[in-house]
């Protein structure tokens, strides 16, 4: 297909003695591809081959009473029937690894099953089928609960309780906050200002990644008490890792391989198969194969989150938007996986591409007794940019502007300081839409049509963190931090910050000792105005809060538990 | 001991001789017993197109094919399609980038031999249609169309 390029865009900020870039070169895989012979991970012959079936639950929210397993174990060609008992460390969070947030799901479920399709009890036989007879032929006793689908019930008063880690439905950030938070100017100032308010309710569907290729994984033994795992991940390391904790092993253990994956879009970092083939494996000495049948994949198989956006926008008579307030609910579904992560990244990305002097945005990781949400292609910015452009079109609309024209307006550009208190660079919004319009037969008003990335941005208050953030402490969980955050029952008020020591590991040496690193300060200074109350410092909520002071020695020999809003600090 | 049943067939031009359960399907059969790994398993239940095979000249889904019921007959996959080099339309995949993760290319590429054997200058539709039993996730199906006609000597356009 011919690629056109836009080279005349940005031509003074490019080398253009490219060799790679802007035209077309092979793929490495295609042969491979097309003489069928890529090695997927079910691309693998073992003599002994034998599989895993799951017991799921049929219900959205229930506690186990009572699992019976003795007419399965007798069934022909079962090997062993696991339980959550069997797994070392059934408890994980997949964040854990960065050390972020609670250990919220069981590989197999024990207790309490929160959503349709818990796995309960996992069968090894010696083929698919007879795994599947002896699933049929496990009892499990179930008190049915009440059950939550929708994310503003699952946080009304007197919503059944989906996360038991999280009693509130949402995950709580930094031991603290039930939402991240992102305040810039102060929007009812904004709105007091705007010819024209607008608020609507965005909503949008979980999809389903629906790869070719379910997600599975072969596990067999290997030789010096080491196993082999071959995997349809996207995230092999990650897998890895997440495999040796729940197993409780160490990960030089494990040899991994991966690499083709047939078709992932996000939905095969979630880890479920790995662990399970490989216990699988211990537990029978036999190679053992973990799959997703293909309404495994539709209904279990982790699909991008539904979210719901309330968004109001305050838009001047000439088409400028002077204040947009945001409230989103991302839907994580019954356990955490990765939404409490989008969730970071949309709040950094609001309130899109646009330089708007006053945003306010709230935005929840709400548990429901739905399926969990995992990665999708850009999640945690795809919802709520479909949410944001689809708001500017019914502004427009109602303002009479051309949906075109009004982003080109409001776009921003080189220098622009963003909502999130980083200045904007490489922009290239207005660029797209100049494009876009041509394409599409719309003719600009000329000063839209000189209009430039590189021109204009940063200017005056542009550039700028604004003078005035009008802040609150709307969302602060009090006493969370202390009873579950790593602390146990020896907890101080330092626990909310300072991780405990870990267990000595002879097999791995301690890291060295980090000095604090001090906390990010805006690019630019406010210039004082007298027309809004000068506060002493622009806020940083949520990127940057400040950790209560603690004692210097006690920061410099435990790392500290969350230096930034992703747990990690970019360096 | 759970009861096998011998059957003979022609795979990819050579005579083979297996085992099979009762009731399993041509897919397993193919990839286990035979070790002909390259009809995929997507779905099982005949829906996506990524196990499809040429039976006698015909495409059919091997998912959904008993294996008993091959007996005598002649079963061509991916793995007999380039002889010393590329089919034409092996060739026309790669020159159109008609495959991203891989998963369904067997699949299609033996919709897309089915076809121009039965049909060697396809319509467009005629091409659609061929494969319209046949999912891909990644490509959006335009490159894939346009590699077909191209392997059937026409315009990709």
Request: charged letters at 20%; one cysteine or more; proline letters at 8%.
């Amino acid at each position: 297909m011919p690629v056109e390029m836009r080279k005349d865009l940005f031509a003074d900020e490019r080398d253009d003695n490219l060799n790679e870039v802007g035209k077309p070169t092979q793929r490495q895989d295609m042969v491979g591809h097309v003489t069928g012979r890529s090695p997927f991970y079910d691309d693998h012959l073992f003599d002994g081959l034998c599989h895993i079936r799951c017991v799921r639950s049929p219900h959205h929210n229930a506690r186990i009473r009572r699992i019976d397993t003795s007419a399965a174990e007798k069934m022909p060609g079962v090997l062993r029937v696991v339980t959550g008992a069997d797994v070392p460390g059934n408890l994980n969070t997949l964040l854990s690894l960065r050390d972020f947030g609670l250990d919220d799901e069981p590989l197999l479920h024990t207790e309490h099953c929160n959503y349709r399709g818990a796995p309960v009890v996992a069968i090894i036989a010696d083929t698919e089928r007879q795994a599947r007879e002896a699933c049929a032929a496990v009892r499990v006793d179930y008190e049915v609960l009440p059950h939550v689908l929708d994310v503003e019930e699952a946080i009304a008063p007197r919503a059944p309780v989906v996360n038991p880690p999280y009693p509130d439905n949402l995950f709580v950030y930094h031991g603290k906050y039930n939402h991240q938070k992102l305040r810039f100017g102060d929007v009812e100032a904004g709105f007091a200002e705007a010819d024209h308010v607008i608020e609507k309710r965005y909503q949008m569907s979980p999809i389903e990644q629906a790869p070719m290729e379910t997600c599975g994984a072969i596990a067999a033994p290997e030789t010096n008490n080491r196993f082999v795992c071959y995997t349809s991940t996207q995230g092999l390391f990650f897998s890895l890792g997440t495999a040796a904790k729940l197993l409780d092993v160490s990960s030089a253990r494990l040899h991994f391989i991966g690499g083709t994956v047939g078709g992932g879009f996000g939905g095969k970092v979630d880890s479920l198969h790995e662990p399970l083939a490989i216990l699988g494996t211990m537990l029978t000495g036999r190679p053992v194969k973990y799959q997703f049948d293909r309404a495994e994949e539709m209904q279990v198989g982790a699909p991008r989150g539904a979210e719901r956006w309330y968004i109001k926008t305050g838009t001047m008579a000439d088409g400028r938007i002077v204040a947009m307030q945001l409230k989103g609910y991302f839907d994580a579904g019954a356990t955490t996986r990765l939404s409490s992560y989008a969730i970071v990244k949309c709040v950094g990305h609001l309130p899109g591409p646009y330089t708007i002097p006053h945003v306010y945005a709230d935005v929840y990781c709400v548990y429901t007794n739905r399926t969990p949400a995992t990665a999708m292609r850009g999640f945690g910015i795809t919802g709520v940019d479909y949410s944001v452009e689809s708001h500017l079109d019914v502004v427009a609309h109602e303002l009479g502007l051309n949906p075109i024209e009004f982003r080109i307006m409001n776009a921003y550009r080189d220098g622009d300081m963003k909502a999130h208190r980083r200045v904007a660079k490489n922009c290239a919004l207005i660029e797209c839409c100049q494009v876009a319009a041509e394409k599409a037969g719309v003719k600009l008003a000329p000063h839209l049509q000189e209009m430039a990335s590189m021109t204009g941005g940063g200017e005056g208050a542009r550039g700028q963190i604004p003078n005035y953030t009008a802040l609150d402490e709307h969302g602060r969980v009090e006493g969370f931090a202390r009873q579950s955050y790593g602390g146990g029952d020896k907890a101080t008020p330092m626990d909310e910050f300072i991780r405990p020591m870990p267990a000595p590991q002879p097999a791995r040496p301690v890291e060295p000792a980090r000095a604090p690193v001090p906390q990010p300060q805006p690019a630019a200074t406010p210039v004082p105005s007298g027309a809004t109350p000068r506060q002493p410092e622009p806020s940083l909520e949520p990127a940057g809060a400040p950790p209560p002071a603690s004692p210097p020695d006690e920061r410099r020999r435990s790392p500290r538990r969350f230096s930034s809003v992703s747990g990690m600090r970019r360096r | 001991m759970a009861r096998k049943k011998p059957i003979q067939f022609v795979h990819n031009g050579s005579d083979k001789a297996v085992f099979v359960d009762e009731g399993e399907n041509l897919l397993d059969v193919l990839r286990r017993g035979v070790g002909d790994l390259t009809p995929k398993y997507g779905c099982g239940q005949g829906t996506c197109g990524a196990c499809t095979v040429i039976i006698d000249g015909a495409p059919r889904l091997a998912c959904l094919t008993l294996a008993e019921t091959i007996e005598g007959q002649s079963v061509e996959t991916v793995a007999g399609l380039a002889g010393g080099q590329l089919s034409p339309v092996q060739e026309a995949f790669m020159a159109h980038f008609a495959a991203q993760c891989g998963y369904c290319t067997s699949g299609m590429l033996m919709s897309a031999t089915a076809l121009l054997r039965d049909n060697p200058r396809p319509t467009r539709d005629e091409v659609v249609e061929a494969i319209s039993g046949n999912l891909c996730r990644c490509t959006g199906y335009e490159a894939i169309i346009a590699a077909v006609m191209t392997a059937s000597g026409q315009q990709a356009a």
